[in-house]
């Protein structure tokens, strides 16, 4: 079931997440909590979110990649490229808000998949966007933090 996502300036979203033990990874509450996450991005026509962003402080993000929502639990970025690519970001948390952000180009990511299993993801472009922005989020980091040039979508 879908649920409902904090919007900036709710103080939760400025917490930083805490690392999932290897003991909760298979248990039901993390298959609902991951679930759920899955479900409020779909809902909310994000290609991105992370635990967070429904009031949960577990490192745990989903990004939707070759149009697939995955989830990664515990994700740190490994690598980063030198070379940058400004990024026109909104976010589910920040609703009617767009700015420009300066990101890596590439980045790689290391995680542990739904089943707690190893994986390293190397993303470009777009999906180290995704990568770099949710990430974020499990330290409290908004895109409005680094975004320059925003801006709020006028009422109709």
Known sequence: MPRP????????LRIKSEPVSAERINTPE????????KETMVKENGVGIAAPQIGVHDRVI??????????FINPVITE???RKI???EGCLSVPGTWGVVERCRSVT???LNESGEPVTIKAQG?????FQHEIDHLDGILFIDRAEDIQKASRL
């Open 126 to 130: 777009f999906d180290a966007t995704i």
């Open 80 to 82: 980063r490229s030198f």
């Open 30 to 37: 993390m298959t609902l909590l991951i679930q759920e996450l």
């Open 62 to 71: 989903i990004a939707e990649i070759d149009d697939v929502a995955t989830a």
């Open 5 to 12: 996502v904090l919007h900036n300036p709710d103080p939760k």
């Open 86 to 88: 400004d990024s026109e």
């Open 109 to 111: 990511v290391t995680a």
